[in-house]
Structures are given as C-alpha cells and as structure tokens.
C-alpha cells in the first residue's frame, strides 16, 4: 500500500519493476524476464517468506544439475533419433523449398487451366445432358418399357378379345396421362391406346350385329358400359339396331326360295307360301330373342347407377317391336295375293296365330292385325279363281278365229250339250227345282252332266268354295256373293251374246232362221235356262249354305245390279226369239 501510495506522489519518480531491476544488471534481457512463465515465477518469488526465499538459489542449483544429467542421459540414449531429426528437418526444409516453387508455377497456371476447363465444360454440357438422359433412360428403362409396350398389349388384347385387360390398359394409361399432361411421350402412348380403345368400341358394336346368343350380348353390352361411351338409352338404341341389321340378314336368306318360279303359277304359290313360313318362323325366333335379351339386358339387369327413364327403354323396345311388326305385316300384304290357294292361307295363318299367341306372353299380341290382312287376301284369291272360271266358261263359247263361221265343230249343238242329248238338251223338272233348293247345297244337280261346258265352270267355281271352306271369313259373305253374282253374269253375257251373234251361221239375223239354226237356237235355250234356273241357283245357295252355313232366307241374296241385269237381257232375247218362232209358224 505504501508503494502504492509513493507511486501516485506526483513529482517523484517512479520504482522500477523487478524484471526491470534484473534486467538492468546484465544478466537476461529484458524481453526474457517479461514473458509469461518468467513473470510468473517472478510473481512466485515474491510471495515466498524470505527463508524459502533464500533457499532458492539451491533448489534452482539442483534442478539444473538434475536437468543437465537427464538431458545428457536422454543424448546418448536418443541420438539416432537426434541424427534422423536432423536430417528429416534438413530435407523438409529443400521439399518445402522445391514445394514453395512448384506452388507458385501451379498458381502461375491455374488462369490457364480454368480457363481451359471452362472451355470444355461449355463444349461438353450438349454431350453431358444427352448422357444424363441416357443414363435415366438406362435407369427407369423397365418402367420406360411397361409404358411404351401399353398400345401393343392393349391391341393383343383386343384381337384375343380380351376386354377386361383391355380396359384396364386403357385407364392405366389414361392415369399416366393425367399425372403427366406436358410428357408428350406419355401423351403419344394415351393417343395410341385410345385408338385402340376406338377399335375395341368398333369390335364390341359389331357383336351386337352377329350371331350371338344372350351371355356373348350381355358380356358385350357389360364391357360398352365399362367404358362409358354411350348412355345407357343409346346404348340399348345400339344394341337394337345391332340386332335389327342382323335379323334382315337372316331374313334376306330365304328370299331364295321365291326365285326361279316365275310364270308357273302352281309352282309360284307354293314357293312364296315356303317363302313366308320361312321367314315367319325366322321372324318370330329371333324377334322373339331380341325382345327377351333386351328385357334382360336393359329392363331386368340395368346397373343401378343408370339414370335412364324405364319408359324410355321401354319406349325403345316398343319401336323396334312395332317397326318389324310393321314389316311382317307390309310383307303379308305383299306376298298373300300370289298365295290364291286357301288351304296354305289357312296354314301360313295358323302358323301367325301361333307366333302371336308366343308373343302374347311379352305383351306383343298381334293377331287382331292379321285378321283384314287375310280378308283381304281370300277376297282376292276367291274372286281371281271366280273370275278364272268365267274366263274358262267364256273361252269355251267364243268362236275361234281360225275357224269359219259355218264350221260345224263350233255350232253350239256340238259343244255345249253333250253328245248322247243333243237331239233333245234336257231341261229342269219342277221336281228338280224343288229339290235345287232343298237338298244339299254342296251336292251339284246332275242335269248339269248334260253341258260339258258348264259341268266344267261348276267344277271350277266349287273348287273355289271348297277351297273358301278352310278359311271362310264372315266379313267377305257380302263381298263374295256379289263377286260370284259378278262372274255368273259374265257367263251369262258371254252365252247370251254367242245367240245373238251365231257365229255358226252368216245369214243376217232379219232372216227367218233355217232349221238347221232353229236347232241351235233350241240348244242355247235349254242351256241358258239350265244355267239361270240350275246353275245359279246352286252356286249361290253353295257359298251362302254350303261354306257360311247361313240359310238363304236369313239373308239379303238378291241377284246383283250385274246379275239382275243379265237376267233380264236373257229373258228379253228369249222373248224375241220366241216371238220370232210363234210369226214364222
């Protein structure tokens, strides 16, 4: 404290420290006795009492000689190590020299070399990018090849119908193309699937257009609604036209059996009539199938995700139905008219009465649709049969033309009644006329044996009639009693002109006739009142009794406008005729 004291005097000069003190003899510098361990020990001297202090010199003695004879024992001991210190300090100082200068020539040169590098590196980047997409190529090359290999498994699939996998292709690439819509490579593989997919929609559309039964349609109409393209109503509006091109193609098969036949007329009825059993039969098959696997398909197994009305499906179905209902029916009306012969309408109708009552079951009951078209087609083939018997009946009394009038084969005498009652052509008894009206109305009068001619025209037109019996429409009583009544005046016109002209002879008919004429004359009398007082009356009394089973007075069978009118000529000539006799005796 009293040196502390003494150094803040001002004015008086001030102590020195110790390493200065020391310093100042001589015997260390100064920078020695001021370095840490010296000061330390410095310090160290200071706080010693002054008994340990003069002891000091002594233990620094022993420690000297302690440390001079360790040292002394550590050179002789260690040195070799001394020696290879020595020489490894010697050799690193040259390799610290040689590296001191090739350091500085390799900094010299490090412009250069960047400079360089940066050259190739620029020169390179093409060459290193190329190589990197190579190696990530190299890297994901089995992923890289799943992925281009996509559009040639989805068309392997396709040709070995295959749809599921198919499917699942095409939404695997679908779903890469969503995860990576500016990969144009992933962009390119969706196109191609796609179009692979279009294939497939094509494939699957055309199965509904083929044979095929219901588990192939289904299973096809199952993968297009995987693939939800089409809704369902236009899904099923595909699957019915589908069915509906392949029905056409089958029915257009049995168009053969119609060809060929043309001019024989026998021939072409029975050909068309194997024509239309055909084609009902096919008809009804494969309607029949398509109205069933279409209520299968879409009415009874519809996914219940589908938001399609029933009414319009239904609706769908009902078009279709009526569209080639339609078409049977146009065809009826079309083809019935070459079938004339009754007994195959009666079975080509039993075989549509069958087909109705099997479409009854699904709610497609036609049989009231059949009823005018056959109408129709028996009144055509009666009244052509009618009238083909008055055309026979009418060519039989026409003169010939290459035959001159006075040829004695065509007097009437020689054709129109038989040989063995020429002298004498038989006439109705009252008896006779009795029993015309009361016997059996599909017996024929026997006096008719007598007219060849007219045997035959009976003959023709109860052909007709027995051929109405199998399929006798009530509506056509009306209408085919008055084409009967038609035909019968026909006849009865074409007799009455062959007395009016007598072609057998060329006088002029103001001249009293010759005997020889008188006989003829006789001869059509009698025929021509066999024919209006037998003929007729038969005939009339056979299509109302004998096929309708209706009696004559319960009905409304006056003679038609034709018939009354012929009827009346008939009497006027004979009036004449025999006027002409009653002045010429």
Not at 280 to 285: A, K, P
Not at 327 to 335: D, I, K, N, S, V
Not at 371 to 376: L, R, S, V
Request: include cysteine; aromatic fraction near 6%; charged fraction near 20%.
């Amino acid at each position: 404290m009293t040196d502390a004291l003494v150094a803040s005097i001002p004015g008086e000069p001030e102590i020195p420290t110790l390493p200065e003190l020391l310093a100042s003899t001589g015997t260390l510098p100064l920078s020695v006795l001021s370095s840490p361990d010296t000061s330390a020990y410095l310090s160290h001297l200071t706080t010693l009492p002054l008994s340990e202090l003069t002891s000091q010199p002594a233990e620094l003695s022993s420690s000297s000689a302690q440390l001079t004879n360790a040292l002394t024992t550590l050179c002789y001991t260690s040195y070799p190590t001394f020696l290879s210190i020595h020489s490894s300090t010697s050799a690193l100082s040259s390799s610290l020299s040689a590296f001191s200068s090739s350091l500085d020539a390799l900094i010299s040169s490090l412009p250069s070399l960047e400079s360089s590098a940066q050259s190739f590196a620029e020169d390179t980047r093409s060459i290193q990018k190329d190589r990197r997409k190579a190696a990530l190529v190299l890297e994901h090359h089995d992923k890289l090849h799943d992925v281009l290999s996509l559009p040639t498994l989805l068309d392997s699939c396709v040709r070995n119908h295959t749809y599921n996998e198919a499917l699942l292709l095409a939404q695997h690439a679908a779903g890469l193309a969503a995860r990576f819509p500016e990969n144009a490579l992933v962009q390119s593989v969706k196109a191609e699937c796609d179009a692979r997919v279009q294939a497939m929609l094509g494939q699957l559309l055309r199965m509904l257009s083929e044979q095929a039964k219901l588990p192939a349609l289904f299973r096809a109409v199952g993968f297009l609604r995987k693939m939800d393209v089409l809704d369902e109503p236009e899904l099923a509006l595909a699957f019915l036209t589908g069915r509906g091109v392949y029905l056409d193609g089958l029915l257009k098969t049995v168009e053969v059996e119609k060809k060929g036949v043309e001019g024989d007329k026998e021939r072409e009825k029975e050909a068309y009539a194997r024509y239309l059993k055909k084609y009902v039969d096919l008809w009804r098959e494969c309607v029949y199938d398509v109205v069933t696997q279409y209520t299968t398909i879409f009415l009874e197994r519809a996914p219940s995700t589908s938001r399609a009305a029933p009414t319009q499906l239904h609706m769908l179905l009902t078009t279709f139905t009526g569209l080639h209902l339609q078409r049977l029916l146009a065809l009826l009306r079309e083809t019935l008219p070459h079938i004339p012969d009754p007994s195959l309408l009666t079975s080509l109708l039993t075989q549509l009465t069958y087909c109705a009552n099997s479409f009854a079951r699904v709610g497609m009951d036609f049989k009231g649709l059949l009823a005018p078209i056959f109408i129709d087609a028996v009144r055509m083939g009666v009244q052509n049969e009618l009238e083909g018997a008055a055309d026979g009946w009418c060519d039989a009394l026409k003169p010939s033309t290459s035959y001159k009038f006075k040829t004695a084969s065509k007097r009437p005498s020689r054709f129109i009644v038989a040989a063995a009652a020429a002298l004498s052509p038989p006439l109705p008894t009252d008896t006779q006329l009795q029993a015309l009206s009361s016997g059996p109305p599909n017996v024929p009068p026997p006096i008719l044996v007598s007219y060849p001619p007219l045997a035959t025209y009976t003959n023709a037109i109860l052909t007709a009639l027995n051929g109405l019996r199998l399929l006798a429409p009530v509506e056509l009583l009306d209408d085919l009693l008055r084409a009967l009544d038609a035909s019968l005046a026909r006849g009865l016109g074409t007799l009455l002109s062959l007395a009016r002209d007598r072609p057998w002879t060329s006088e002029p008919k103001y001249m009293p006739v010759e005997d020889e004429d008188q006989k003829e004359i006789e001869t059509l009398k009698s025929a021509g009142t066999v024919y209006v007082k037998v003929f007729v009356p038969f005939l009339r009394r056979a299509l109302v009794e004998g096929v309708y089973g209706v009696k004559m007075g319960e009905v409304d069978v006056s003679p038609g406008e034709d018939l009354h009118t012929a009827l009346k000529e008939w009497e006027g000539w004979r009036a004449d005729v025999d006027g002409e006799t009653t002045e010429g005796q």
